[in-house]
C-alpha cells in the first residue's frame, strides 16, 4: 500500500488528484460515469460576484493535441451558487475547493466572505489568470502588486484554505508566485490555459468570437512542466501542477519536478473516469519503484 | 446514459461522402429517444484529441444496436471512414434532451437539410410508432444524397424531395415547398414542426414559423468539448432565457424561441 495522501494547508487530501476550474462543472455533472469520491478533491468553476452570460460564440475550437477556449467564466454568481449547487456538493465524499474570480480586488474577497460559512466548502482557489475576461482575470495575475494586494484580502476574508491560481502568460512566474506567498497563499496552481489564437483561413476570421483564447490539453504540459519547475525551486509553499495531463506517466512527470498533487482539465471531456485510472498509475508506479508515500516522489527530479 | 465500447457490425458507404455507421450498443439502445446524440471518441490518440458528436440516426431495439449516418468534412470523420466490421469505439450517450411529443398534433410536418436528416429517420420512425401522420420534407445538394425513403408504410408519409442541383425532386431549395405548403395550413392545430439542418435553412423555418400557430422543434448543433453541459462551449442564445447549452439543454429547442444572430 503507497499513502497516496497529502496536505495542503488545512486541507487533506486522500489522494493528489484534484478536477481543474471550468472542466468538471459543480461536480454532479459526471456521476452517472463513475465514482467522484474516489478523487482526492474537486474545484468548481469560477464563481463570481454576479452571474455571468460568459462570451460570444464560437468559444472553443480543437487545436493540435489541445483546444482554444474562450468561455469568459460563464457561472451563476456566487448567490445562487451557494443556494443551487452548495446542496448538492453536500453529497460528494471528497474535498471541495471553489474557485474565485471578480472583476475587482474587493469583488474577491465579497465572494469568498459570503461562503466563508459554509462547511461544505473545503477551500478556495483563486483565480487571477482567466485570459478570457475583461477585468479581474490576466490583468489581475500579472501584476506582482495587485496579486498581492487580492490574495491578501481573501486571506483576511477566510481561514480555509487558499491556493491562488497562476498563469503562464508572464515574463516571470516566480515573482506573481512569490507575491502569492507574501499575501498569504497556502498553495499555487499552476498554470492556467496559455493565451491563443486559431484563424480561418478561407473567411480571415478567428475561430473564436473573442479572437484569442486559452490553449489546455496535452499540447501546453511540456509549458507547465518548466513553470512548475522554476516555482517550486523558488518558494516553499505546495504547487499544485496542471497542463495537458492525460495519463498517469504525464502526471507522474509532474511529481518528479516538484508537485504536490495535480490537476486534471481537459481530460475529463475526452475520458471522464481518465482521472480515476491516472490515481491508480501513479499508486502502481510508486509501489514498482518502492515509495511507500506519495511524497517520496516529489520532488525526486534526478541531474540530467 | 453512460459510457461504452461499442463493438462495430458494419459500415455502409451510401454516397461519395456519406457513411452509415451499425454499432452494438445495447444500453443505449435501450434508452435512446429521437433528437438524443452520442459523443465519440475517435481514436485513442491524442491528434484529434476532443470526441465528436453525431445524432443517433436509428435505434434497433431487438437487436441492441443503433446507426449513426456521417458526412467526411475533417481529420474526425476521414479517420472514422476506415472502420472495419470488429473495430470498436468508444461512445457517450445516450446525451442531451431530444425532440418531445406531448402536443395534440396528429401530422408532423419533418423537415430536414443536408445532415440534418441523420436524426430524422429516428424521429419519423418514432412519429410513426405513435400513430402521426408525417409530411417529410427533405432537401439535399444532389440525389444521390437522398436515399431510403421508400421504407416507410408509405400510406402514413408523404414526401417531398428537394435537391440544389435539381437531380431529384425540385429543383432548388426545400424551404420553397414548405413555403408553398404552409401558405394553406399556418393555422392548423393538427400540426407540429420537426426541423434539423444547416443554419441557414434553420434561420428561414424560424421566419415561416413565426407565420405558425403551432409548435416548431429544432435540433441544433455547436461545436462542442465535454458533449455534458460541463465546459459550456457550446452556448446557443434563447430570446428569453440567455445563454444555453446546446449539449444538455438541447440539441432539441423551440424554434421560435432560438436567437440565430445571438
Ligand atoms: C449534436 C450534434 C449532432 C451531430 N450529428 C451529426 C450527424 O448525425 N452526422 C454528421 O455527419 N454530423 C453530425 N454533427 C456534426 C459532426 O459532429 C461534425 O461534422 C464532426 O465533429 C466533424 O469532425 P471532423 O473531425 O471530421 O471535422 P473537423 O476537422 O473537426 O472540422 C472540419 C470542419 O467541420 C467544421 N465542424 C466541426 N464540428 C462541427 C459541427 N459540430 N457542426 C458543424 N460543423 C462542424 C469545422 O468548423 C471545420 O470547418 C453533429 C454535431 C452536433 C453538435
Ligand atoms: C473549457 C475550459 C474552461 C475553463 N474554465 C476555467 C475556469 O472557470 N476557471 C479556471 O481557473 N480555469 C479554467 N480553465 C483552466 C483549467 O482549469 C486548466 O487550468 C487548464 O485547462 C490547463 O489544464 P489542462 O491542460 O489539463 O486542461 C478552463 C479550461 C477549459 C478547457
Ligand atoms: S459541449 Fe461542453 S457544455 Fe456543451
Redesign the pocket.
Known amino acids: 500500500m503507497v499513502d497516496l495522501s497529502v496536505k495542503i494547508g488545512n486541507l487533506h487530501l486522500k489522494n493528489p488528484v484534484l478536477m481543474a476550474s471550468g472542466t468538471f462543472g459543480y461536480g454532479t455533472e459526471y456521476r452517472d460515469y463513475f465514482d467522484v469520491s474516489l478523487l482526492g478533491g474537486i474545484i468548481t468553476k469560477t464563481v463570481t460576484g454576479k452571474m455571468r452570460e460568459g462570451n460570444p460564440m464560437p468559444r472553443i475550437v ?1 487545436t493540435p493535441c489541445g483546444m482554444l477556449n474562450s468561455i469568459g467564466l460563464a457561472n451563476v454568481g456566487v448567490d445562487r451558487f451557494c443556494q443551487e449547487k452548495m446542496p448538492e456538493l453536500d453529497h460528494l465524499d471528497t474535498v471541495v475547493i471553489v474557485n474565485v474570480a471578480g472583476s475587482t480586488i474587493e469583488e474577491y474577497s465579497e465572494v469568498v466572505e459570503k461562503m466563508q460559512g459554509y462547511d461544505r466548502v473545503d477551500g478556495f482557489e483563486i483565480n487571477i489568470s482567466c485570459p478570457n475576461v475583461k477585468k479581474g482575470g490576466l490583468e489581475f495575475g500579472t501584476d506582482p502588486e495587485i496579486t498581492e494586494t487580492v490574495v491578501s484580502g481573501v486571506r483576511k476574508a477566510t481561514d480555509k484554505t487558499i491556493l491562488v491560481k497562476l498563469t503562464p502568460n508572464v515574463t516571470d512566474i516566480v515573482t506573481i508566485a512569490r507575491a502569492s506567498v507574501n499575501g498569504g497563499a497556502d498553495g499555487l496552481s499552476l498554470i492556467n490555459t496559455v493565451l491563443g489564437m486559431g484563424v480561418d483561413i478561407e473567411t480571415r476570421k478567428p475561430h473564436l468570437a473573442r479572437i484569442v483564447g486559452g490553449l489546455s490539453g496535452p499540447a501546453i504540459k511540456p509549458i507547465a512542466l518548466a513553470k512548475v519547475y522554476q516555482v517550486v525551486k523558488a518558494i516553499s509553499i505546495p504547487v499544485i501542477g496542471i497542463g495537458g495531463i492525460m495519463k498517469w506517466e504525464d502526471a507522474v512527470a509532474f511529481f518528479i519536478v516538484g508537485a504536490t498533487a495535480i490537476q486534471v482539465g481537459t481530460l475529463n471531456f475526452i475520458e471522464p473516469d481518465g482521472a480515476v485510472k491516472i490515481i491508480q498509475g501513479i499508486e502502481r508506479y510508486c509501489e514498482k519503484n518502492g515509495m511507500r508515500s506519495i511524497g517520496e516522489l516529489t520532488g525526486s527530479l534526478q541531474k540530467g | 446514459m453512460g459510457a461504452y465500447h461499442c463493438q462495430v457490425i458494419q459500415q455502409i458507404q451510401i454516397d461519395e461522402h456519406i457513411y452509415r455507421l451499425v454499432l452494438q450498443a445495447h444500453e443505449i439502445a435501450q434508452t435512446a429517444y429521437p433528437g438524443q ?1 452520442v459523443h465519440l471518441r475517435i481514436a485513442d490518440q491524442l491528434n ?1 484529441l476532443l470526441r ?4 443517433i ?1 436509428r435505434v434497433l431495439r431487438d437487436k441492441g444496436q443503433i446507426e ?11 479517420l472514422m471512414k476506415q472502420t472495419k466490421p470488429g473495430d470498436s469505439y468508444h461512445l457517450m450517450g445516450p446525451l ?1 434532451k431530444g425532440f418531445v411529443f406531448d402536443g395534440k398534433f396528429t401530422t408532423a410536418i419533418v423537415v430536414a437539410g443536408g ?1 440534418g436528416v ?2 430524422v429517420f429516428f424521429l419519423i420512425d418514432e412519429l410513426l410508432a405513435l400513430g402521426k401522420s408525417v409530411i417529410f420534407f427533405w432537401g439535399a445538394r444532389c440525389g444521390s444524397e437522398l436515399f431510403g425513403v421508400l421504407q416507410w408504410n408509405q400510406s402514413a408519409i408523404e414526401i417531398h424531395l428537394a435537391t440544389e442541383d435539381g437531380s431529384q425532386g425540385y429543383h432548388g431549395m426545400v424551404t420553397d415547398p414548405l413555403q408553398t405548403f404552409l401558405n394553406h395550413r399556418s393555422e392548423d392545430a393538427s400540426l407540429a414542426g420537426f426541423v434539423c439542418g444547416p443554419r441557414a435553412m434553420l434561420k428561414k423555418i424560424q421566419l415561416l414559423s413565426t407565420r405558425t400557430s403551432f409548435e416548431w422543434q429544432v435540433s441544433l ?4 468539448a465535454c458533449g455534458v453541459g460541463v465546459c459550456q462551449g457550446c452556448a446557443v442564445m434563447l430570446k428569453n432565457e440567455g445563454f444555453r447549452m ?1 449539449c444538455s439543454d438541447g ?1 432539441v429547442f423551440d424554434l421560435k424561441n432560438v436567437a440565430f444572430d445571438g
Not at chain 2, 465528436?52 to 445524432?55: A, G, W
Not at chain 2, 449513426?68 to 476521414?78: E, H, P
Not at chain 2, 448543433?221 to 462542442?224: D, G, L, V
Open positions: 480543437e | 446524440f484529434p465528436r458528436p453525431f445524432s440516426h449513426l449516418l456521417y458526412r467526411v468534412i475533417g481529420r474526425g470523420t476521414s442531451g445532415m441523420a436524426p448543433e455547436e461545436t462542442m446546446v440539441p
